[in-house]
């Protein structure tokens, strides 16, 4: 069995999309999942399944989602492995963040944001974002992630809203619940 982490997009956002956690557990139970559980309310999911094609995966939480729920939410699936990986390149970007500035990089991590993809974005991507940063704003490609560095907030970034327009699914979460998420699937959660 591989241990699975889903992040679906744009659940619990507002009054939009609105999913109780134990009914999306649920909806992953039926599916054949197992040791279903969810981190805060906006669709993180901790899960184990046989399957080994993350693709295939995504694709049966979206329909079972869309049947259940009847909205669409664009899932991105990591491994235990990539979501290591994450953490690793996070400390990585940090440093490059913070660079010569007296900024710290407890600092960074405060303000670091991960836009996680479903596949490789395309050549140029990050000239486009480069040109929607505004402030002290950075971003940092690195596989199917970009690190986002948005000390003024997420919602009134160009360079955050940005990222949604890049051609592939994406789904955005800050450090404290990627560092849980990681934290967790090495020291198993109490049934959240």
């Not at 939009?16 to 999911?45: C, H, P, W």
């Not at 913070?98 to 991960?114: K, R, V």
């Amino acid at each position: 069995m591989e241990v699975y982490l889903a992040f679906l997009r744009g659940i619990n956002v507002a009054a939009a999309n609105r999913i109780k956690m134990a009914d999306l557990r649920k909806v992953f139970s039926d599916l054949g999942f197992t040791e279903v559980q969810t981190y805060i309310q906006s669709g993180n999911v901790i899960f184990c399944s046989p399957a080994a094609d993350k693709h295939k995966i995504a694709s049966q939480i979206e329909q079972a989602v869309l049947t259940s729920f009847g909205f669409q939410s664009p899932v991105i699936i990591r491994t235990v492995p990539e979501i290591s990986a994450i953490v690793q390149e996070a400390a990585r970007a940090a440093k490059e963040i913070a660079g010569d500035e007296n900024t710290s990089s407890p600092a960074i991590f405060e303000y670091l944001h991960i836009a996680m993809y479903s596949g490789i974005l395309p050549p140029g991507v990050m000239e486009r974002l480069d040109a929607m940063k505004s402030g002290q704003e950075a971003c940092i490609l690195s596989g199917q992630e970009i690190f986002l560095y948005l000390p003024s907030g997420v919602h009134a970034s160009k360079l955050a809203a940005g990222i949604s327009r890049l051609g592939l699914p994406v789904t955005v979460r800050n450090w404290k619940t990627i560092h849980y998420l990681a934290q967790a699937v090495h020291n198993p959660m109490d049934g959240k």
